[in-house]
């Protein structure tokens, strides 16, 4: 059987099943636009389906996203009533799934073989530069319709292909066919004001904080933001840090809420961002990919108690103390 009969195969075999889709942990574009791009193929069989994440949503321009494109997707809680799961932009490995639902879909482009489903139609492509490049070659092999209806989904695959692929600098031939495809049916007015976000007065101060206590050893910046009111910002932050001239590994921190966030970045291979906070505070307070990791650390009753400028006087101490030892910089 051809691999796309496969697929037509277990949709319509599950045509009366309740069908969720995750993404995952902490949706990107990527995510989004796939997840989005599912749901359309699912609907062209006339099968309802809800997006889910296990995480949150954070980023600015992911926000952004969603509000300006007006895209529904739920947290995923304890919900019952889904007795199917497709997986797309993850594999089951790194996604957390409701509780009853089979994963029958799982459709990613990250190195990973999740042998452990054998009913599922499993399409790991490292081939392709995005998730949303390989939905939507099956929405074209498919045909499903995006003439009608099809802008928000067109507009989400295009950004996903976009943003998996460093704004198209590493898209190859695929890539490209698929954003050309997406072109005729996206909005590009609204994906350039998402593109363009405009960052909030809270966040410039947040970036600039880190910008001006930042530390710069070798290819290494760590910098610590203070006190912050949106987290957010950490990550902006260090996506800032990191093109600064020979740095190639930035650690950005503040305090939010009785918590010490941390957000990293890699842009060398010299460096596994998800190793190193791993390393730094363990894997119960920290992790993620090799480019982008984070950690999240709680402060105590001590530390919590002294006035915020003591706070984060003696937090920054400990931080930089504790990342320069195990980097040994
Ligand atoms: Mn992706």
């Not at 697929?7 to 995952?24: D, F, G, P, T, V």
């Not at 926000?63 to 089951?92: C, F, G, H």
Request: glycine share 6%.
């Amino acid at each position: 059987m051809k691999k796309i009969e496969q697929l037509i195969k277990i949709i319509e075999e599950n045509k009366k099943e309740s069908w969720a889709i995750l993404m995952h942990e902490h949706p990107d574009p990527d995510s989004i636009g796939s997840a989005l791009g599912l749901q359309k193929i699912l609907a062209s069989y006339k099968i309802k389906s809800d997006i889910l994440y296990s995480g949150e949503i954070s980023h600015q321009q992911n926000k952004s996203m969603i509000n300006r494109l007006d895209i529904e997707i739920k947290p995923l809680t304890n919900q019952t009533e889904y007795t199917k799961a497709a997986m797309v932009d993850t594999t089951p490995k790194n996604a957390v799934l409701p509780k009853n639902a089979t994963p029958i879909i799982i459709i990613d482009h990250h190195q990973q073989n999740p042998k452990k489903f054998k009913e599922a139609y499993i399409q790991i492509d490292q081939e392709a530069g995005s998730a949303s490049t390989i939905i939507t070659e099956l929405i074209k092999t498919l045909k499903v319709d995006l003439e009608r209806e099809g802008t928000k989904t067109a507009t989400t695959l295009f950004y996903g292909i976009y943003t998996d692929t460093q704004q198209m600098l590493y898209a190859k031939k695929r890539d490209h066919e698929a954003a050309t495809y997406l072109k005729k049916f996206a909005d590009i007015e609204s994906l350039d004001k998402i593109v363009n976000a405009q960052i909030s007065p809270a966040t410039l101060k947040i970036i600039a904080t880190a910008i001006n206590n930042s530390e710069i050893i070798g290819m290494h910046c760590i910098a610590c933001a203070g006190i912050v009111k949106e987290k957010d910002a950490l990550a902006q932050a260090a996506d800032l840090l990191l093109k600064g001239q020979g740095i190639e590994h930035v650690i950005v921190y503040g305090i939010y809420e009785n918590r010490v966030l941390v957000s990293t970045r890699s842009s060398t291979d010299q460096i596994n961002a998800g190793e190193v906070v791993k390393k730094i505070w363990g894997e119960k307070f920290g992790g993620g990919r090799k480019q982008a990791a984070g950690a999240s650390l709680e402060i105590g009753y001590f530390l919590e108690t002294l006035p915020e400028d003591e706070q984060v006087k003696v937090i920054s101490q400990r931080m930089k103390q504790d990342i320069k030892n195990c980097l040994k910089i």
